[in-house]
């Protein structure tokens, strides 16, 4: 109080800077996470459905190319 500012004021200051920095951080964290997700899905889930979504008409084919 020496120089006319309460110390309440600039603990405000300091803690509102301070989460705003981590919000920030938070933010660029979350940006980075969304291409790995990109990747992971690419890589498991694609194959998995299409093995799905094929697997009966392969199985059919197979079992028609045998009958001949």
Known sequence: ERFGS?????????????????MSRAEEEAAKVSPKLTIV???????TLGMIIMGPALIKVSIIMAKR
Not at 6 to 22: E, P
Request: positive net charge; glycine residues 4%; proline residues 4%.
């Open 6 to 22: 309460s110390i309440a004021k600039g603990l405000r200051v300091h803690s509102r800077m301070t989460r705003q920095k981590r």
């Open 41 to 47: 899905m690419i890589l498991f889930l694609l194959p």
